[in-house]
């Protein structure tokens, strides 16, 4: 398997033209009273082409092209009163805001094969087209309304109480509406009497909320949709998947409880805030598993919940170093755990039996099931894999021996049929998470006199990611299930005759049980340390400047993905994916004016 090569014979091409016009207008009738008119229209046209030369591996002379248009508008009628009170101390304004957002997209597109030469997808009319052209339209519109009360007493108490109204055109008639109210206070701590002889202290606010929003999770319609393959049968084409309806889809719902503290420190050279979350979500979409007399096995609908618990800290420090220079830090941390309360997989025993990643109650979401790989049988090449004590006792038990006759590996080729589901799932595992553990960043601005400079980083650790796997992602030739076509990277090392110690295991014509089954020694820590972006900054002043009335002149260097420290061994452990293609370096010089 070779990508340079491959990357060598095809050639894609993306070109997008979009714009957005953005247009408000404010009218206050009279003192306190405000209307604001908000709208915006966003217009998006692309063409996708891409071809593979005669010489592509697996076939060439194809062509794909496809164009899509996006079309999406917003309207925002928003109304702020500030209730006149004679008692300064009290302060209250009243909110209301009308919304409608419509989002329409529609594309269309079109496969050849046997193109007479090797052309891109402009010559696609030389070619043989392949199956029937790709059309697809979506259209949905979402109108919310939200009113809201702030009030504040001795600017030192603040309370904000808030309900929206939303609707939604992809839901079914009965559940196309939410209601999500909110309430949130937070108590600026520094301006009460025990504190303002504090001089160190700049800032010190406490902030409570609690609340409910909501959310469309676009994955399923209450509508069927039927999608065409290329194939036909008696002059008409044939269908490749059906997702069947369910008209009774709501709003899925997250209960929100926060608590927050604000922080700074010595006219704000130090500061930060430190945040903890505990969020409930209720009516998540789930696939539910349906009898077959229902014409279908399995079937989408609100059935799951989700807990989630963490926090997230960030602090920033400020450093006069004189009278020209300064230098500006900031470092932010969060961690967050969740744990599924209810979902349509209530144990282990109902995960596909290879192992997987699916949502099981009790566990937390993204963790990873499966085996732990013990190497490779010396005698037979074939992948072994770990037994757990209670999978010894069913093999003992199965064999009529005592388990201490019985090792704590086994060949994945040689588990007796009968007892085969039983004696997997009870050594069945979980290998960890996908999800990171700690997530943040941290960046670095340092300004002297017209010059600024500033890098940027993220870091993220204690999950795992799928490492690259050529017997599941290289090209397997006319037949599929063959580990024969894979590349010779780890042939040098595999297994070839009875004796040999490798951790490779054979290749055979038919995919063995470990080719499908998920195993520890697939995944890899997918902790790194990612250098973002460095840029320069410089203002220029000149006197002819002021003539032409140009009052800001700044040019600009920025320099995107630098660096990434990791041991992962896949294309890019930032991207998440095994053969994901790592994000590029780019360059990008920029001239700020302003007149």
């Not at 915006?40 to 010489?55: L, R």
């Not at 109304?79 to 008692?87: A, D, E, L």
């Not at 087209?129 to 603040?158: C, H, I, W």
């Not at 937070?186 to 504090?198: C, H």
């Amino acid at each position: 398997y070779n990508p340079l090569y491959r990357a060598e014979h095809y050639g894609r091409e993306v070109t997008r033209d979009n714009y957005r016009l953005n247009f408000f207008m404010d009218v206050k009738p009279f003192k306190g009273f405000n209307y604001r008119l908000n709208t915006s229209v966003y217009n998006q046209t692309s063409e996708d082409g891409s071809y593979k030369d005669s010489q592509y591996p697996g076939g060439g002379g194809t062509a794909v092209l496809d164009e899509s248009r996006t079309q999406n508008w917003l309207v925002e009628n928003i109304v702020t009163y500030k209730v006149p009170i004679r008692n300064k101390k009290h302060q209250l304004t009243l909110t209301g805001v009308q919304s409608v957002d419509h989002n329409g997209s529609k594309s269309i597109g079109y496969s050849v094969e046997n193109l007479p030469v090797d052309k891109d997808w402009n010559f696609i009319s030389q070619g043989e087209f392949t199956g029937k052209p790709r059309r697809q339209f979506n259209e949905n519109n979402l109108v919310s309304f939200m009113a809201r009360a702030q009030y504040s007493l001795l600017d030192r108490y603040l309370l904000n109480v808030a309900v929206r109204r939303d609707g939604s055109s992809r839901f079914g008639k009965e559940n196309k509406w939410g209601t999500f109210p909110s309430a949130a206070f937070a108590w600026r701590v520094n301006q009460e009497n025990f504190l303002k002889d504090v001089n160190f202290i700049s800032d010190l606010a406490i902030r409570l909320s609690y609340g409910y929003t909501g959310n469309i999770d676009r994955s399923s319609y209450p509508i069927p949709m039927i999608f065409l393959s290329g194939y036909r049968y008696d002059e008409n084409f044939v269908a490749e998947s059906v997702t069947f309806p369910n008209p009774n889809i709501k709003w899925e719902r997250k209960q929100d409880r926060n608590f927050g503290l604000d922080f700074g420190f010595w006219d704000n050279r130090i500061g930060g805030s430190f945040n903890y979350y505990w969020n409930t979500g209720k009516d998540l979409l789930g696939t539910m598993t349906t009898p077959e007399s229902y014409g279908r096995t399995s079937i989408k609908a609100n059935v799951s919940s989700i807990e989630n618990t963490g926090w997230e800290f960030n602090v920033n420090l400020r450093l006069d170093l004189g009278a020209n220079v300064r230098w500006i830090n900031s470092f932010n941390i969060a961690q967050n755990t969740n744990k599924i309360k209810k979902t349509y997989l209530k144990d282990l025993n109902e995960l596909n039996v290879m192992g997987g990643s699916d949502n099981i109650e009790g566990y937390a979401s993204g963790s990873m099931f499966g085996y732990r790989f013990a190497g490779v049988n010396p005698l037979t090449g074939q992948a072994m894999i770990y037994l757990t004590d209670e999978s010894r006792k069913i093999l003992a038990d199965y064999r009529g021996v005592d388990i201490s006759q019985v090792a704590d590996k086994i060949d994945t080729e040689e588990i007796d049929y009968n007892i085969r589901e039983e004696l997997l799932r009870a050594s069945m595992e979980k290998l960890g998470s996908v999800t990171p553990k700690v997530t943040g960043g941290f960046s670095s601005t340092l300004t002297w006199k017209k010059l600024e400079v500033r890098a940027s980083f993220a870091y993220s650790a204690g999950h795992l990611l799928e490492t690259f796997n050529e017997r599941k992602y290289a090209p397997s030739g006319a037949n599929k299930s063959s580990e024969i076509y894979v590349s010779r990277t780890n042939r040098l090392n595999r297994w070839r005759a009875p004796g040999d110690i490798t951790n490779t295991p054979r290749y055979q014509f038919n995919g063995a049980q470990y080719h499908n089954m998920y195993t520890d020694d697939k995944y890899e820590k997918g902790n790194y340390l990612a250098w973002r972006d460095l840029t320069f900054s410089y203002d220029l002043k000149n006197k002819w400047f002021d003539r032409i009335g140009l009052d800001r002149c700044r040019l600009g260097l920025q320099v995107q993905n630098l660096f990434t420290f990791t041991k992962y061994s896949g294309l890019d452990v930032t991207t998440g994916g095994a053969f994901n293609y790592p994000l590029p370096r780019t360059y990008m010089f920029n001239l700020s004016l302003g007149f």
